[in-house]
């Protein structure tokens, strides 16, 4: 996995996290579910960086 794409996924699942927690906090169900698929869209960049990984080997 390269460092660079590593290192936006987990900033994505990281900040997806946060503001999927702010939103539900504040009962801002559009804030929650752009946290979500902010996150999932960091959990989807990892999964693509570890299979690209696995073929290298």
């Given at each position: 996995?390269?460092a ?54």
């Amino acid at each position: 996995m390269s460092a660079d794409e590593k290192a936006k996924a987990k900033t994505e699942q990281a900040q997806g996290k946060a503001e999927q927690a702010v939103g539900k906090a504040v009962g801002n169900d559009r804030m929650a579910a752009e946290g979500q698929a902010k996150k999932n869209k960091g959990d989807a960049r990892e999964a693509k960086e570890k299979a690209k990984d696995a073929f290298k080997h």
